[in-house]
């Protein structure tokens, strides 16, 4: 019911910036909420930040004043515009968007396949 394409991923300075969007195509589903995830080889998955569609936004401690989550509800994508980024902001970006199926109960979680973002000089 939901594909999430990624873009934006790559390599940048310490200091630098980079902006990240995840475009979800539909199919009797509607999104309550969208985020991005980040995960470092060996580490846990974590989360980063998201918004609902009401645009309540929810930020780790760790990106506070660095990122900002956006979204255009009408296209259905979410954005993560990353500045001042540092060495330890190195990890798969992860999209992800939860909501609710058509005519079925409950909500339901979907992933993109990441994109690897290295912040290294």
């Known amino acids: 019911q939901v594909q999430l394409v990624e873009s934006g991923g790559g390599l940048v300075q310490p200091g630098g910036s980079l902006r990240l969007s995840c475009a979800a195509s539909l199919s009797a589903f509607s999104i309550n909420a969208m985020g991005w995830y980040r995960q470092a080889s060996g580490k846990r998955r974590e989360l980063v930040a998201d918004i609902t569609s009401g645009g309540s936004t929810n930020y780790a401690d760790s990106v506070k004043g660095r990122f900002t989550i956006s979204r255009d509800n009408a296209k259905n994508t979410v954005y993560l515009q990353m500045s001042s980024l540092k060495p330890e902001d190195t990890a798969v970006y992860y999209c992800?968007?939860?909501?609710?199926?058509?005519?079925?109960?409950?909500?339901?979680?979907?992933w993109g396949q990441g994109t690897q973002v290295t912040v290294s000089s």
């Open positions: 992800n968007a939860r909501g609710r199926i058509t005519r079925m109960v409950g909500e339901y979680m979907y």
